[in-house]
């Protein structure tokens, strides 16, 4: 099993570019998110989805989309990118519920920077 | 609102000694409490899930114990490897959404 895939690894953009960050998942979990690591800030909640066609905000939503078309996939959509945005990109998965495992597994990250 | 926190932030020790990583939290209803490892520039791996009802659960030289009546967590490292070296990050499981609260981590050093 791959797990949690995340693509690209590293990615530089330019202020006002738009991207999608990849995040892919072979274990059938309802429960995918989109977190972002700062220095100093931990890990933060970006948006989530307890299943496909379900999305919701986290924490620190602006300026992100999201989309959960299939139970696989939970692409990330910088709209316009800003060099706040510049950060680690996680994705994490898990079982959702009362299920009796619900174990979160993480992506690789993306590395952004935004210049 | 649910804070969980980590202490200390930083901890250096010798190769060799046990060592116990401490994780609290402020709202006891959670579902379960998750230890997490992060590597410089990796991801973050699963160490450990104790469910709310479970007191311990043990993977070869680390022991995790959960006490949900005084909101309290910690990681137990059996004689310690300069491998070990890494940050260490507990979350709590809420019960009520399922989100994961995290902590800000413990970043230990292993001396050889």
């Known amino acids: 099993n791959a797990g949690v895939t995340q693509t690209p690894k590293f990615q530089v953009l330019k202020t006002g570019q738009s991207m999608t960050l990849q995040c892919a998942q072979d274990m059938n979990h309802e429960y995918m998110s989109w977190y972002r690591q700062d220095p100093g800030m931990g890990l933060r909640l970006i948006h989530y989805?307890?299943?496909?066609?379900?999305?919701d905000q986290g924490e620190v939503p602006n300026g992100y989309n999201v989309s959960r078309s299939t139970t696989e996939d939970f692409p990330l959509r910088l709209l316009s990118a800003a060099p706040s945005q510049t950060s680690v990109y996680f994705c994490?998965?898990?079982?959702?519920?009362?299920?009796?495992?619900?174990?979160?597994?993480f992506g690789q990250g993306t590395r952004l920077t935004v210049v | 609102k649910q804070e969980v926190t980590q202490i200390p932030a930083a901890l250096s020790v010798p190769e060799g000694e046990n060592l116990v990583l401490n994780c609290s939290f402020t709202d006891s209803a959670i579902y379960n409490l998750q230890w997490f490892r992060q590597d410089p520039g990796k991801g973050l791996t699963s160490l450990l899930l104790i469910q709310s009802s479970q007191r311990e659960q043990t993977s070869g030289r680390l022991n995790a114990s959960l006490d949900k009546s005084s909101g309290r967590s910690t990681l137990y490292i059996a004689a310690s490897q300069p491998g070990d070296s890494a940050t260490y990050l507990c979350a709590a499981r809420m019960d009520s959404n399922y989100q994961l609260i995290w902590g800000a981590g413990t970043k230990l050093i292993i001396k050889p």
């Open positions: 989805s307890v299943g496909a066609g379900i999305t």
């Open positions: 994490a998965s898990s079982y959702y519920g009362r299920a009796t495992n619900t174990e979160a597994f």
